[in-house]
Each structure stands twice: as C-alpha cells, then as structure tokens.
C-alpha cells in the first residue's frame, strides 16, 4: 500500500493564528485530498488537488483555506485564522497511479483553543 | 447532507460469526463504493471496494455486496477475529476515480471472544 505520513501529530493553537499541516507522499501521484473529521462525526471532504492546482473543494474550504505543493512533494493545507470549530482531524489523502481507491495518512488532530 | 447513511452506530459480534455491517444511498450517480476501516488516532485504511457494474466483490474473510436497485451495500466479515474490532466506514464516489469520496457515519464493530 502506497505510504504517506503527515506532520505535525498533533498541532495546538491559539483562535486566530495560522496553522500549516503537511502531508508529505512517498511516491508520486497526481491527485490529492484533504478531509477532517471532527470528533465523534463523519469524515468529510476539504480539498482536492490535481496537477498543482485545486480541482474541486466543498462548501467548508472557504476563504481561510489554502492548499499548494511548494516544493513539488510536500502537500500542504494552511488555514489563516483558525476557529475553535476548525478543531478536528485532518487527513491527506491520495489517488497513486493506476488505483482506483484513495489511501490516507495517519492524521493530524488539529486543537483550537 | 446524508447521502450516505450507516444507520447503526455499534454492532457487537461474537468472535468466529459473521459480521454484517450495512450502507444506504441516496445519490444515483455514485459509481463505486468503498469500506474503510478506522483505528482510534489512526487514518482510515482501505478495505474493499465495489464497481457499480458488480453485486459482489471478495477478498478473503471479506465480502462487499451491492444492491444498486435498492441503493444498499453491506459488508460480510467471515469469520469474524478480535482484530477486526474498528470503526467501518462506507464511502462512494462519482464517475471517474478521482472523485471525492462521501463518507457514512460510521459503524463500530466490537468482536468479543
């Protein structure tokens, strides 16, 4: 199963501040995908990338949302001014060449305080 | 939004039975259908996908079957082992495989010995 890991863990941070949650693949593939999950729901669609470029996004990605691949491997989500309710697990998620099933990181749980 | 349902929160199952785990959907559009399993702080880890052009797909102990005229799926899990103890969750997705994926609610699963 293609790998992917994403930093940091665990991320705490104040209402208000930036945060950058990273999503780094193994190998290379074409299609990317940000979920969340907050605690105690389902895990629902953010984001998804294809070809360095957004592809499609939900109705949560607003304004204070923002996905790029700045150096070609890292995949990275950053939200401006975080909110209490943007607390949550974040998952990359990505579509390898010649898969049809979407594979996940193991998360990073976001905490707004 | 429910356009994906997993209607019972919890199912517990003696270890060494079948357990039966079951999706709904509303969207005619979805094409292909995909269980994922959860550990606590971990991401979703793929199980076992289905084309809309089959009822039936196996892998080993596993076995997803689809109902499209009912808009129903269901998970065979047989025989059932204490390591299958997880969070199930049912996802779809549109025509083409880079789809997003919308999620169900989830299904807690608990073998007991």
């Known amino acids: 199963e293609p790998e992917v890991t994403q930093t940091p863990s665990h991320q705490v941070t104040q209402m208000g501040q930036e945060v950058i949650l990273r999503c780094v693949p193994i190998?290379?593939?074409?299609?990317f995908y940000w979920y969340r999950q907050i605690l105690g729901q389902k895990v629902e669609f953010l984001v998804s990338?294809?070809?360095?470029?957004?592809?499609?996004k939900s109705e949560i990605f607003d304004d204070q949302f923002s996905v790029e691949r700045p150096d070609g491997s890292n995949f990275t989500l950053k939200i401006r001014s975080t909110k209490l309710e943007d607390s949550a697990m974040y998952f990359c998620?990505?579509?390898?060449?010649?898969?049809?099933?979407?594979?996940f990181g193991p998360g990073t749980r976001l905490t707004v305080l | 939004d429910q356009q994906v349902k997993q209607n019972s929160p919890s199912l517990s199952v003696q270890e060494g039975r079948i357990s039966i785990l079951n999706c709904d959907y509303t969207?005619?559009?979805?094409?292909?259908f995909l269980w994922y399993k959860k550990y606590p702080a971990e991401g979703p880890t793929f199980l076992i996908s289905?084309?809309?052009?089959?009822d039936k797909n196996e892998d080993g102990r596993f076995t997803v079957f689809l109902n499209k005229s009912a808009k129903h799926l269901s998970l065979h899990i047989v025989p059932s082992q204490p390591g299958d103890s997880a969070v199930y969750f049912c996802?779809?997705?549109?025509?083409?495989?880079?789809?997003?994926?919308?999620f169900g609610q989830g299904t807690r699963l608990t073998i007991n010995p």
């Open positions: 998620a990505r579509l390898p060449l010649n898969y049809n099933e979407q594979f």
């Open positions: 190998s290379n593939h074409l299609y």
């Open positions: 990338f294809y070809n360095n470029e957004i592809s499609e």
């Open positions: 969207n005619s559009m979805f094409d292909y």
């Open positions: 289905i084309s809309s052009i089959k």
């Open positions: 996802a779809a997705s549109g025509v083409g495989g880079a789809q997003k994926l919308v």
